[in-house]
C-alpha cells in the first residue's frame, strides 16, 4: 500500500525560504516520477515541478514558469523522501501543496502561508 506524507509547511514572511517534505512508503520514489502540485485560494490545482530521477540530467526536473529559479524539487534516495525548496517566496505562493507519484497516488497536502 502505497502513502505519501507531506510535512513542513507552515507561515514564512515574504522572500523567507521553506523546504517541504513528501515521505513515501510502499514504493521507491527513485524508480517512479514524483510531482509538486499547489492549489491556492479560489484556484484550480496547478503543477509546480516534477521530477524523475531516471531520465538524463536534463529532463530529469521541471519547473512551472511561475516559480522556475525559486523552487527547487529533490529526492533523498536513502530516506525515500522527496522535497521542494522553496526561496523568495511571494505572497502568491501561498496555497495547499501536494505530492503526486505517477499521478496515480496523492498525499493529503500541506498548507503554505506566504504572509508578513
Known amino acids: 500500500q502505497v502513502h505519501l506524507v507531506e510535512s513542513g509547511g507552515g507561515l514564512v514572511p515574504p522572500g523567507g525560504s521553506l523546504r517541504i517534505s513528501c515521505s513515501a512508503s510502499?514504493?521507491?520514489?527513485?524508480?517512479?516520477?514524483v510531482a509538486w502540485f499547489r492549489r491556492a485560494p479560489g484556484k484550480e490545482r496547478e503543477g509546480v515541478s516534477c521530477i524523475n530521477s531516471q531520465r538524463t540530467s536534463d529532463g530529469r526536473a521541471k519547473y512551472a514558469d511561475s516559480v522556475k529559479g525559486r523552487f527547487t524539487i529533490s529526492i533523498d534516495a536513502a530516506k525515500n523522501t522527496a522535497y521542494l525548496q522553496m526561496d523568495s517566496l511571494k505572497p502568491e505562493d501561498t496555497a495547499v501543496y501536494f505530492c503526486s507519484v505517477n499521478g496515480l497516488y496523492w498525499g493529503k497536502g500541506i498548507l503554505v502561508t506566504v504572509s508578513s
Open positions: 510502499g514504493l521507491t520514489l527513485t524508480r517512479n516520477s
